[in-house]
């Protein structure tokens, strides 16, 4: 059964979308948003802080989708995320609020460089027109290169994961592009299936997160979390700046509680970074 919170969020999310007015802002991205009925459309009426992508490089096209088996023609990253988001910010001068980044989330699904320049490329034609501003941060998460695959001076404008999970670091120490984000697997990290308390492994894992991601200067985004409110609400007091939610609804109602007023919420987590 459909809650009635379910379909007012999902109404208010579509009329948000088509207009400027700003959404209470969620502390979460919207993990796999292309199975979304409306890719990005959603995320942004519902205000969440960004979105993640799949990307498999067919030809000289960027595809999005979980698996090849699931790739269509039509469904590119342009067409489904870089045009959209410039159309919106040139409309708006926002693209998710005033002085708010807003986080792409790109990953590689396939350890192809070709995928990577092929990527590299597409962004340099947005690179004044989207990424200049300030207001969209393109990061890739999962396989990332070293610089000499990219064949040039890597783009201010896109920023790599640090995993927690491994040896932190020494990525930093090793890292030629520019860290945008600690990204904390709750599965292998955390764990706590949101009963009784948190056991102390877990509150020590997600406490050394936050540290790390403090001192280094870069939000900090947990995915494969939980949908409990109960888990939720821990990993925000702890520190925690994003939230990967794969199910919209369920994940929106959760967080509502936690959404904050552009005018009132807490210093642009990504500022950090830039």
């Known amino acids: 059964m459909i ?46 802080r960004g979105v993640e992508v799949d990307l498999y ?5 960027l595809l999005v989708g979980h698996d090849r ?8 990253l342009e067409e489904l995320y870089l045009r959209p988001l410039e ?19 790109l990953e590689l699904k396939e350890r192809d ?11 340099e034609s947005y690179s004044t027109t989207l990424f200049g501003r300030g207001q969209v941060r393109a990061v890739l998460v999962g396989w990332w290169p070293t610089l000499q695959v990219v064949g040039q001076p890597w783009p201010a404008y896109l920023g790599v994961q640090l995993p927690f999970e491994g040896k932190p670091e020494e990525t930093i120490a090793r ?12 599965s292998k990290s955390l764990r706590w299936n949101g009963r009784g308390s948190v056991p102390r492994r877990a509150q020590n894992a997600l406490a050394e997160a936050v540290r790390l991601g403090r001192a280094i200067g870069v939000p900090v985004r947990v995915h494969q979390a939980r949908v409990n409110p109960r888990v ?17 609804g369920p994940g929106t109602e959760l967080l509502a509680p936690h959404g904050e007023s552009p005018n009132t919420s807490k210093p642009d987590p990504v500022k950090r970074t830039q």
Do not use: Q
Request: charge should be neutral; proline fraction near 8%.
């Open 175 to 186: 890292a030629g592009p520019p860290i945008s984000l600690l990204s904390v697997d709750y």
């Open 232 to 248: 939720f609400t821990w990993l925000l007091e702890t520190g925690v700046d994003l939230i990967g939610v794969k199910e919209l």
């Open 87 to 105: 159309m919106r910010l040139s409309r708006c001068d926002f693209v998710l609020a005033p002085n708010t980044t807003f986080f792409l989330n």
């Open 69 to 76: 088996r699931t790739l269509r023609p039509k469904r590119t």
């Open 57 to 61: 490089r067919d030809g000289n096209r």
């Open 113 to 123: 460089p070709e995928a990577l320049r092929l990527l590299v490329n597409h962004l």
């Open 3 to 48: 809650s009635v919170g379910l379909i007012v969020i999902g109404a208010l999310a579509a009329e948000r979308t088509d207009s400027c007015d700003v959404p209470p802002l969620l502390p979460a991205y919207s993990h796999n948003d292309y199975l979304a009925p409306r890719p990005l459309a959603e995320a942004l009426g519902a205000g969440y």
